[in-house]
């Protein structure tokens, strides 16, 4: 499975960005698909996860609920996160995952077999 990034850049305090994340091979439908953040001179951290396998449920990093939405497209093979009302502690690079994670440990970023190569997003006034 190759997954691929994308929708980052510049945006003001209070902006909104919407992220891609396209994946090819594999079964799609069947994988999680995760959002984790690195900033600068930190730990890469857990944002959301869409459940795949027909689950249709979400989860969401306390920091993010409330203004980001993950979503997916199973014909387009397409994941999404919507970031509404950004912060400047949001920016980070941004990266995509997929894979069958335990439940119980589904923010931790061992848990995914397949990783994107990252788009950074830039909160800054």
């Known amino acids: 499975v190759q997954l691929q990034a994308s929708g980052g850049g510049l945006v003001h305090p209070g902006g909104s960005l919407r992220l891609s994340c396209a994946a090819s091979g594999g079964t799609f439908s069947s994988y999680a698909m995760a959002w984790f953040r690195q900033a600068p001179g930190k730990e890469r951290e857990f944002v959301a996860i869409s459940w795949g396998r027909n689950r249709g449920s979400t989860n969401y990093a306390v920091s993010v609920k409330g203004r980001f939405t993950v979503s997916r497209d199973n014909a387009k093979n397409t994941a999404y996160l919507q970031m509404n009302s950004l912060k400047t502690e949001d920016t980070a690079v941004y990266y995509c995952?997929?894979?069958?994670?335990?439940?119980?440990?589904?923010?931790?970023?061992?848990?995914?077999?397949?990783w994107g190569s990252g788009t950074l997003v830039t909160v800054s006034s």
């Open positions: 995952a997929a894979g069958y994670p335990i439940m119980s440990s589904y923010n931790a970023w061992n848990g995914y077999r397949y």
